[in-house]
């Protein structure tokens, strides 16, 4: 009877340490401030963060509920255009819609992806040095996966920066 129940809290020892470890090799981030039911990557929510602080959300509403007073909705948004064709028209908002009010957003291909944005986007949870570099690995891997993707499509050369980030946060809308 002991050896068993020995044997059964070790496995269940083991394999709490194993979900553990698999947890701390996650790339997502869970609670998005505007809808907390999805399971965001950490690209999608540092592009998040950028959103709030260029205050897009003073033009622009997430969801066609809150689209009043003018604001434009980014409801279904994700999906519908290529991320080329968003980092083009971040670059550039007139290429398609020349009377548009949007002003350009092409400054934050010069703005490099940095810890402390991606300390304030995991601020909810307090976080390690070892933790932290292991999120910055992850969120600039990701960020050269898109990079490369816009890059197949587009023209013009897009750099990993902010924009990048935003450009995933924008494709992530549902």
Avoid at 129 to 151: F, G, H, P, S, V
């Amino acid at each position: 009877m002991y050896k068993s129940n020995f044997t059964y809290n070790m496995s269940l020892f083991i394999f709490g340490i194993l979900l553990i470890s698999l947890n701390l090799n996650s790339s997502t981030v869970e609670i998005s401030k505007y809808n907390g039911n999805n399971t965001k990557t950490l690209l999608v929510k540092y592009g998040e963060q950028v959103f709030e602080n260029e205050k897009c959300y003073k033009c622009h509403a997430l969801n066609d509920e809150d689209a009043k007073w003018g604001k434009k909705s980014l409801e279904a948004f994700g999906g519908k255009r290529t991320s080329a064709m968003i980092s083009a028209f971040l670059d550039n908002p007139k290429i398609l819609y020349p009377k548009t009010r949007m002003p350009s957003f092409a400054q934050l291909q010069h703005e490099q992806l940095n810890k402390n944005t991606l300390k304030t986007v995991l601020s909810e949870d307090p976080i390690s040095d070892t933790e932290l570099e292991i999120a910055w690995k992850t969120i600039n891997k990701q960020a050269d996966e898109l990079t490369k993707t816009i890059n197949l499509d587009k023209a013009v050369e897009h750099k990993k920066s902010s924009q990048t980030a935003l450009i995933a946060f924008l494709q992530s809308l549902p």
